[in-house]
C-alpha cells in the first residue's frame, strides 16, 4: 500500500504542476500552444537536444545521491555544494598542472577529488558528534568558505591571464571525459554517475552498514539501543556523500569544461535536496527524478528562446512538486480509507 501510495501521490502531484504550468502559460503567454509545445516536446525535437538531458542530468545525480544518503541518515548537511565546488576546483588544478596518460589522468583525478570532496564531507559530521553543532548551519557556512577558497585558488594559481575574463588555463587533452555519442554532449559521466547509483543502492539496502544507516535514520533512540554506534554512522555517511559530491564535481569539469569558469557557486545541492525527495531518498530512483528535472529545464530553455515565456517558469513547477510531494497530508484521507478497506477485507 505504502508504494502504491506514494505512486499516486506523486503522479497526482506531476498532474496539478501540469495543470498550473498550462493555466499561467495561457495566462501570461500571446503564443501559449507555441510555449506549451517548446516546455513539453521541445526535448525531443532533435537528437542533440534529447541527449542534452542526460548531460544535464549527470550532476543532478551525483549531488541527489549524496544528500538522499545524508537525509537518508537523519541529517541535514548541505555540505554537498563544497564538496562538488572543491571536487572542481582539485580537478582544475590537476587537469592543468599534471601530465599523464589518456586512461589514467581522469581516474587519477576523480579519485582525488572524492577524497577531498570526503574530507569536506566529514566537517559538519564531526562538529555535530564532537560538539553538538548543528550540521545544516555549519555546513551552509562552510560552503561559503570552500567557494571562497576556490576562487582564490583559480585566480592566484591557475588563472588565465591573457583570458581577460575569469577562467583557468586550459586542461590538458588527456583530462577530459570523452562523448559517448557523436554531435551531442552526452559524455561518460553519464555511465560513471548510473555506477554510482548501484553502488550506493548495494550499500543502503544490501549491506549491514546500510542497515543501520536506514535504523539511524528512521528512529535514532532505537538504533542506539540496538547498539548501532550512530555517531560512527553519521560521521561516514556523510563522508561518503561528501566523496559522492566531489566526483560529481569533478566528472562535471572533466566531461563539459575545457577551463574552470565557475565564478559563481552552481549551487547543484539545492537541486539535489529536490531530487532526494522527488527520489524518496532512494537511489534507484534518483537517475529517473534527475531526468524529468533536466528535461523541464531543458525544455524551458527552449521555450524561453522560441516563445516570450521566460525560463523561470520551471521554479513554479518545481516548488508545486515540492509543496505536493512534503505535504504529509496531501491524499491522506485516501490513503487512509484504503487501508481501512484493507483492513476490514475490502480488497479479499
Not at 491524499?331 to 480488497?347: C, H, I, N, S, Y
Request: overall charge positive; charged content about 15%.
Amino acid at each position: 500500500m505504502s508504494k502504491k501510495f506514494t505512486a499516486v501521490r506523486l503522479l497526482c502531484a506531476f498532474g496539478i504542476a501540469f495543470v498550473l504550468t498550462v493555466a499561467i502559460i495561457f495566462g501570461v503567454s500571446e503564443e501559449p500552444v507555441t510555449a506549451i509545445y517548446n516546455l513539453f516536446l521541445g526535448p525531443l525535437q532533435s537528437k542533440r537536444h534529447f541527449f542534452d538531458v542526460f548531460a544535464s542530468s549527470v550532476p543532478l545525480i551525483f549531488t541527489g545521491l549524496a544528500l538522499g544518503l545524508v537525509f537518508k541518515s537523519g541529517n541535514f548537511s548541505m555540505i554537498a555544494d563544497a564538496c562538488l565546488y572543491t571536487g572542481a576546483v582539485v580537478t582544475a588544478a590537476l587537469a592543468i598542472k599534471t601530465a599523464l596518460p589518456a586512461g589514467l589522468h581522469p581516474a587519477v583525478i576523480m579519485l582525488l577529488a572524492a577524497v577531498v570532496g570526503g574530507i569536506i564531507g566529514s566537517i559538519p559530521a564531526l562538529l555535530k558528534v564532537y560538539f553538538h553543532t548543528n550540521e545544516l548551519v555549519t555546513s551552509l557556512m562552510f560552503n561559503y568558505v570552500f567557494f571562497y577558497l576556490g576562487i582564490y585558488t583559480v585566480t592566484k594559481f591557475l588563472a588565465d591571464r591573457a583570458a581577460g575574463t575569469f577562467a583557468s588555463l586550459k586542461y590538458q587533452p588527456t583530462a577530459s571525459l570523452g562523448s559517448l555519442i557523436s554531435g551531442t554532449k552526452f559524455h561518460a559521466g553519464y555511465l560513471i554517475a548510473i555506477a554510482v547509483v548501484i553502488l550506493l543502492y548495494l550499500l543502503v539496502y544490501k549491506t549491514k552498514f546500510g542497515y543501520e544507516i536506514r535504523i539511524s535514520g528512521s528512529n535514532p533512540e532505537f538504533a542506539k539501543y540496538s547498539g548501532i554506534n550512530t555517531s560512527r554512522v553519521i560521521i561516514l555517511t556523510q563522508v561518503i556523500a561528501g566523496a559522492v559530491a566531489g566526483l560529481g564535481g569533478s566528472v562535471e569539469q572533466m566531461a563539459m569544461y575545457q577551463r574552470f569558469n565557475w565564478q559563481d557557486s552552481p549551487s547543484y545541492a539545492w537541486d539535489g535536496v529536490i531530487i532526494a525527495i522527488l527520489s524518496g531518498n532512494n537511489p534507484k530512483n534518483v537517475p529517473l527524478a534527475a531526468f524529468f528535472l533536466a528535461y523541464i529545464r531543458v525544455g524551458a530553455d527552449l521555450m524561453s528562446r522560441r516563445s516570450d515565456v521566460q525560463n523561470e517558469l520551471v521554479s513554479i513547477i518545481q516548488a508545486v512538486l515540492i509543496l505536493f510531494v512534503t505535504a504529509e497530508r496531501f491524499m491522506a484521507g485516501w490513503k487512509q480509507r484504503q487501508e481501512a478497506k484493507k483492513a476490514l477485507g475490502g480488497e479479499a
